[in-house]
């Protein structure tokens, strides 16, 4: 599938900023050949110094878990944050998120009535 961080960060960003891939994909990328806490330690260092998160935040050290890899400074990620960091500031992230899908759902609704004038 990948076999580098460069190209786990180009598929992060054809897919809207996010990706979901296993702790064995990750560990096989760095050139490991298990999951040790200096190795998870590792490759959390290495999608950082490429512009990486991920969640959750400690990676799991079982090959068949999941995680999620995203761009930490993008919109995605913004959200992404906010979701798992309580705080007011980042609620206010949120509101601006609904606020924003609302308009473009009723932009869309707008249109889909509009073309039947």
Excluded: W
Excluded at 24 to 47: F, N, P, Q, T, V
Aim: with cysteine; proline share 2%.
């Amino acid at each position: 599938m990948y076999s580098s961080m460069r190209e786990v960060k180009k598929a992060v960003d054809k897919n809207h900023g996010f990706l979901t891939i296993s702790m064995g994909h990750l560990r096989d990328i760095y050139g490991a050949s298990c999951l040790k806490r200096l190795i998870i330690e590792g490759i959390s260092d290495d999608l950082h110094t490429h512009g990486l998160a991920h969640y959750p935040a400690t990676l799991p050290n079982d090959q068949s878990a999941q995680a999620r890899i995203y761009i930490q400074d993008s919109y995605i990620g913004k959200i992404i944050d906010a979701v798992l960091n309580i705080h007011e500031n980042n609620d206010a992230v949120l509101r601006r998120t609904a606020t924003r899908e609302e308009a473009k759902l009723l932009k869309q609704i707008r249109d889909i009535v509009g073309s039947y004038d």
